[in-house]
């Protein structure tokens, strides 16, 4: 699948490197064991497609839950799960020191945020454009104020994937994804609503989430919303924004 999805977006060697600046992945839940590690991909096939993205961009946005923390076997355990997560990992965890990755925490890999590795957002005047980039867990009023409730749910969620019950642990993380997910073009989901109120009211012309899974890119007046889907179980998605030319792209495998 990997190899496929390079393939169909190779054609971006051919540009100069100053023509797409900015690529944009999230929601990778690289996980510290086996059952509660929603990766789905081989390391090394993944670390040839940072290399693709080193090569054609000059920034990229890591857009949060890059690692899965809140499946310990604790359920405080979170700094630990993300050491162990890293330690499964090393090379990509690695790859992602590196100057030109911007590391933006989610909900899932929070920890990362407290430990001061990664904001909650950050915000770029970049090639004349105001960029606005958060995970966008910041819809969620549940996420935000009952944080221990739903993160005691996700912990839970992880011994029943342990459990063998995966099928189980899938229903309800769907439910909990139709949450924030866009129904239609005049009624937004829950995500995309409020990045364009958090771009209106930051008076961003780009505002970027992650959070549904769900690749999208669509104009409000004068806003423009992308999501940039997951890198999670075996897909490829990621954003192309090249602010200067005013070009702005998904790529996804889906």
């Not at 949060?64 to 979170?78: A, F, V, Y």
């Not at 606005?132 to 104020?145: L, P, Y």
């Not at 995309?192 to 549904?212: F, L, M, N």
Request: glycine share 10%; charged share 25%; with cysteine.
């Amino acid at each position: 699948m990997l190899r496929v999805a390079c393939a169909g977006v190779m054609r971006l060697r051919q540009c100069r490197r100053n023509d797409v600046t900015i690529a944009v992945i999230s929601d990778l839940h690289l996980g510290a064991r086996a059952a509660t590690d929603l990766f789905g991909h081989d390391d090394g096939d993944f670390l040839k497609f940072l290399s693709f993205l080193e090569y054609n961009f000059e920034r990229i946005v890591l857009l949060g839950d890059i690692w899965e923390t809140l499946t310990s076997n604790s359920p405080r355990g979170h700094a630990d799960e993300l050491r162990l997560a890293r330690d499964r990992h090393p090379e990509i965890a690695q790859r992602f020191t590196r100057r030109m990755y911007t590391y933006v925490h989610g909900n899932h890999d929070w920890i990362a945020g407290e430990k001061g590795d990664a904001p909650s957002e950050v915000r770029w005047n970049y090639g004349g454009a105001r960029l606005i980039f958060a995970h966008g867990h910041q819809s969620d009023a549940m996420v935000m104020t009952q944080r221990c409730l739903t993160e005691t749910g996700i912990w839970l969620g992880g011994w029943i994937r342990r459990a063998g019950l995966k099928a189980a642990y899938d229903f309800f993380d769907r439910l909990d994804q139709k949450r924030g997910v866009y129904h239609d073009d005049e009624r937004p989901g829950a995500v995309e609503a409020w990045a364009i109120d958090e771009a209106r009211s930051q008076k961003a012309d780009v505002i970027v989430t992650g959070h549904t899974h769900i690749p999208r890119k669509v104009e409000h007046g004068a806003h423009l919303f992308m999501n940039s889907g997951s890198c999670a179980e075996g897909n490829i998605s990621f954003l192309a924004l090249d602010p200067k030319a005013g070009h702005y792209a998904v790529h996804n495998s889906y």
